[in-house]
């Protein structure tokens, strides 16, 4: 019996001592892993829809309530400025595609309200055919378009579909369509924070 | 956040340890403890000699199936034997000493051959290729896996044929599982006849190949007195207990019917038991069945 | 068509010890001997299904709530283990003959990196529980066909010349490689 | 047992994993696609190696056997995920490339494989001089590996382009055949060494040379096995 309890006592002592520092650990290091996985997953996707940036849009992001969200879901926004003057800027959204969300990084201009440009960030369509929107010939009939023209053309948009990719055009869209929401919804006070 | 890694960590820990200690309280399995007694008097050295697989498997056959002799162990020698047969309560010496043995003649010129094998020097190898290089699916191939298996360097390989010195023989047994063509075989050391053939083909087919396979006439089972010997397969066996249980009476009539001389009377220098210590060189005529006799 | 895709693609191209290299310490210690392979390729089969599923449930209900998916690795493999060593006594008392063909081989799945790589896998790729299920038996039946088609070549090398500096292991290693050459091949049929 | 030296330096050469103790195949295999990821992979192993080195052998006393291998893991796979937070948070990339890797270092024979051989029986000096010197070893023979595969399969090394724009890299290498190929010639090639080094010296060869994973024991009992069932074969033709 008393080898029975000292084994329960040692392996539950040793695990919560794991959890303890792990957790200790985590704290420490969660925000410096916030920012690394927005630079490499993010950060080069916004650099390929704004060519010339002035200032570093990771590091300038800031967090807004997530409209219709509940109260602790955000959005990350990515103020692209020139001159200390806010000139767009870029939102993750995300939509159902054939395999899993396709993330969609969308740039839009703020004194235009015209999308700049999109790009994916990450997807699970199929290689070869799913995976084709995320290449130029898709990504780029976004460029300019405004707000209303930014989805599909059988959703009364400007945007023609890959053929054979229905649903992961669809949810590339969809993605597009989150961002716009969100950003009308929150226009103001984004205007307002970077003026 | 830091409290519930903590605790779901210790949790996990508390209820695995939990889980493990109550389950191998419930779920011990009672084992013979003799089992284990037995195991440590055996050497340990899991070279299978005795027939079974591991020390463990020898010492739970010889306590569970009353046949099984306690003198199995090769590498233990008579000590242990004597051992086991204390702890198991069966007698060491009601053992009939027995002996391994070639069922083939094959010598140059006798058996036809196929092709030249220029392979791996394994009669598993040779055996890949279509059967091996004899005529004879049966036929000792002569490469000698049995020779590289046997724990008691008692065999070797003469004139494409394998040889073995009853002296060293401690009849384990590992030579028959090794051959691939299953023509070495266990008999009581004092058998009187045996067949120096171990084909299981049809009298024409063993004709083509071979000069002096047996050709399943049939003459011996009908002579045998003591309806010692039956034919399976096409192979004779002998049922060396009836045969000796009969005696010398019958004169050996199976082996004067036999009229490919493949059954013969086996030299007593051969089926009598080992000596006590070995001669260092041991004399060219005893060690082996002599075929020409 | 799915499932069809899903084991195709599990078992031929992306075959989880010719392609993603897991699980290689048993594919060379175990493929000596065809009914070895067996025993261990069951063995696996049947862990990596029931951790894939157990896990699987533990990171839905326990982890996702709490927020406490950085601690995935350090829970799974206390899950596995402890699992592991149940399903082991388990059998031992409660189905003998079953323990004697696959509870032997039990105690070295424990740190085969196959059945922590699955149950890592099917959360990395976000599958439901029962296209995880799927994925953890199409997986393992890759490692079976995989490890007794490797024994079935290897038990020949023991009839084969070798030369000396090549026998065991790096000769292993060099048919595993030429097999995952030919399982390459299978590429060709989802693109 | 031997002083602090000796037991650092048997990791680099005599004892060196996994081309001499074939320990931790997994990685070695997956993740030396190039140099630069054979170094990452080996400085994460580093740390493991050596710090659960130290605290199973400061903890070894109180440990109850039964428990053994769920404490031995249990602290292997704590510093395993704090290897994890750190990468991800200052090296990021190289955690993208070693992906599910860096969590199954947990179950890396080698981790497990010293703590039972070495770290359960000895003083934590020489534990950790144990854990660093595989650990060092270990990296030194994946960034081997790695520059292999990578100098020949991509042309390039540590991502700097070596043969100019008109060399075609040998892909075969950096895909999963070339890694079990080319670890098999490399194994054989130490193999050789020693036959060699046996032959010159005049001294009678290891029979145990090439025995495989000495150090873990899940391959010693999966032999024991395999020689059983083959009697067992065996003994059911006979």
Known sequence: MMEIVRMIVVLSLITGTAGFVLSGLKVWTSPIIESQVLTYVQGPAIKQVFSDMANDPIADRKKFPKPGGGPEDQVIVFPILKDGKLKAVALEGAGKGYGGDVNVIVGVDTSTDTVVGISITTHKETPGIGSRVSEPGFTKQFRGRTLAQAKLKKEGGAIDAISGATFSSIGASEAVKQVTSWYTALKDSIKTTWQ | MIAESVITLFGLGFVSASVLSVASRLLAVEEDPRIEVVTEALPGANCGGCGFAGCEAYATAVLKDPSVPPNRCCAGGPDVAKRVAELTGKAAGDVEPMVAFRRCVKVEGKVARKYDYAGATTCAGAKLLDGGPDACRYACIGLGDCVRACPFDAMWIEDGLVHIAPAKCTSCGTCVRTCPNGILEIIPRRARVMVFCSSKDKGKAVKDVCEAGCISCGACVKKCPAKAIRMEDDRIVIDHKACLAYGPSCEEVCVKSCPRDILRCLKPEYIAPAPETEPAHFPEESHVVDLNA | MDIFLLFISAIFVNNILLAQYLGNCPYLGCSKEKSVAIGMGAAVLFVIVLATVITFLIQKYIMNPFHLGYLQTIIFILVIAALVQFVEMFLKKMVPPLYKSLGIYLPLITTNCAVLGVAILVQRKEFDLWTSFLYAIAASVGFLLAIVLMAGIRERFVVTRIPRSMQGVPSGLVMAGIMSLAFLAFKGMIA | ?238
Not at chain 4, 52 to 69: D, H, M, W, Y
Not at chain 4, 87 to 112: D, E, R, S, T
Not at chain 4, 117 to 146: C, E, Q, R, V, Y
Not at chain 4, 206 to 222: E, V, W
């Open chain 4, 1 to 238: 047992m031997g002083s602090v030296a000796s037991e650092f330096t048997k990791g680099l050469w005599k004892e060196i994993p996994p081309f001499r103790l074939v320990l931790g195949l997994c990685p070695t295999l997956a993740v030396t696609t190039s140099a630069e990821n054979g170094l990452g992979m080996g400085a994460a192993v580093i740390f493991v190696l050596a710090l659960s080195n130290v605290l199973i052998s400061l903890v070894r006393s109180i440990i109850p056997k039964k428990v053994r291998i769920a404490c031995f893991i249990a602290i292997a796979a704590s510093l395993v995920v704090a290897v994890e937070m750190l990468m991800q948070a200052f090296a990021y990339p190289l955690y993208q490339q070693l992906g599910i890797f860096v969590p199954l270092i947990v179950v890396n024979c080698i981790i497990l494989g010293r703590a039972e051989a070495f770290a359960a029986k000895n003083p934590p000096h020489l534990a950790l001089a144990d854990g660093l010197g595989m650990g060092i070893g270990f990296t030194l023979s994946l960034t081997f590996l790695g520059s292999l595969r990578e100098i020949f399969g991509a042309g390039t090394w540590f991502g700097h382009s070596l043969f100019g724009p008109n060399y075609h890299p040998f892909s075969f290498l950096v895909q999963a055949p070339g890694a079990f190929v080319c670890l098999g010639i490399i194994l054989a090639g130490m193999n050789f060494l020693s036959i060699w080094q046996a032959k010159r010296k005049g001294l009678e060869l290891d029979p145990n040379f090439d025995a495989g994973c000495k150090g873990c024991m899940a391959c010693k009992k999966m032999d024991e096995i395999a020689a059983q069932k083959r009697l067992e074969r065996l003994g059911a033709k006979a």
